[in-house]
C-alpha cells in the first residue's frame, strides 16, 4: 500500500533552518511528483511547492522562492523540503503529499509539527 | 494570481440535512477544482476531484459540481462522522495550487 511517512517534530530557533523528509513506499517513485502543503495553528492550508521526482524540476509557491528547496533520493525513495530563515510564523504541520497525475493529491503523510521559539 | 473564495467559513447543521459549501475563483478554471475533508490533527483526504468526480472509496452522499468560477459541494446527508473541515483546491495553473479558506462543518 501506498505510503508517506515523515520526519519527526522539531524545535528550531528564528533564523535557523529545518529539512523534513518524505519517505515513499507502495509504488514507482519516479513516476508521481510530490507536493509540500503546510497549516499553521487554527489556519487553513498552504500550498509551498512542488517537485517531480523524475527529474527533480520544482516549482516553488512565490511567497517561498529564495528560501525553500526541494529535493529527491531516489535511492531511498525519499523526498526532503529545507525552509531557511525561520521565521516565527513559520510556525506550522508540514505535510508531504503525492500528486496523482496531473492534478490532485491522493495520498498524505502524517504530517511533522515545526515550531519555531527563541 | 487565482483567488479562491469559499463559504460559508463554518456551518452547523442536523444530522441527516442537506449541506452545501461554494467555492468561487477569481477567474474561469474550467472544472480545475478538488475538495478534501480534514478531521482535527489529521492530514487533508480527497473526496472530488475535477470539480464532480468522486474519489474511489468515498461515499456517495459527497458531490461537486460547477465550472468556470463557481463550483458547489454538497453533502446529501450530514453524517456524525462528516464533522470535519473542507477545503477547495485550484489548479488552474499546473504545477501550481491555491486552497480556499476552508468551511468548518459542525453537528448542531
Known amino acids: 500500500q501506498v505510503q508517506l511517512v515523515q520526519s519527526g517534530a522539531e524545535v528550531k530557533k528564528p533564523g535557523a533552518s529545518v529539512k523534513v523528509s518524505c519517505k515513499t513506499s507502495?509504488?514507482?517513485?519516479?513516476?508521481?511528483?510530490i507536493t509540500w502543503v503546510r497549516q499553521a495553528p487554527g489556519q487553513g492550508l498552504e500550498w509551498m511547492g512542488w517537485?517531480?521526482?523524475?527529474?527533480?524540476?520544482?516549482n516553488y509557491a512565490q511567497k517561498f522562492q529564495g528560501r525553500v528547496t526541494m529535493t529527491t533520493d531516489t535511492s531511498t525513495s525519499t523526498v526532503y523540503m529545507e525552509l531557511r530563515s525561520l521565521r516565527s510564523d513559520d510556525t506550522a504541520v508540514y505535510y508531504c503529499?503525492?500528486?496523482?497525475?496531473?492534478?490532485?493529491?491522493?495520498?498524505w503523510g502524517q504530517g511533522t509539527l515545526v515550531t519555531v521559539s527563541s | 494570481d487565482i483567488q479562491m473564495t469559499q463559504s460559508p467559513s463554518s456551518l452547523s447543521a442536523s444530522v441527516g440535512d442537506r449541506v452545501t459549501i461554494t467555492c468561487q475563483a477569481s477567474?474561469?478554471?474550467?472544472?480545475?477544482l478538488n475538495w478534501y475533508q480534514q478531521k482535527p490533527g489529521k492530514a487533508p483526504k480527497l473526496l472530488i476531484y475535477?470539480?464532480?468526480n468522486l474519489e474511489t472509496g468515498v461515499p456517495s452522499r459527497f458531490s461537486g459540481s460547477g465550472s468556470g468560477t463557481d463550483f458547489t459541494f454538497t453533502i446529501s446527508s450530514l453524517q456524525p462522522e462528516d464533522i470535519a473541515t473542507y477545503y477547495c483546491?485550484?489548479?488552474?495553473?499546473?504545477?501550481?495550487?491555491?486552497f480556499g479558506q476552508g468551511t468548518k462543518v459542525e453537528i448542531k
Open positions: 507502495g509504488y514507482t517513485f519516479i513516476r508521481y511528483a
Open positions: 503529499a503525492r500528486v496523482e497525475d496531473p492534478s490532485y493529491f491522493d495520498y
Open positions: 475535477d470539480a464532480s
Open positions: 483546491q485550484q489548479y488552474d495553473n499546473l504545477p501550481t495550487w491555491t
Open positions: 477567474q474561469d478554471i474550467s472544472n480545475y
Open positions: 517537485i517531480s521526482a523524475y527529474n527533480g524540476q520544482t
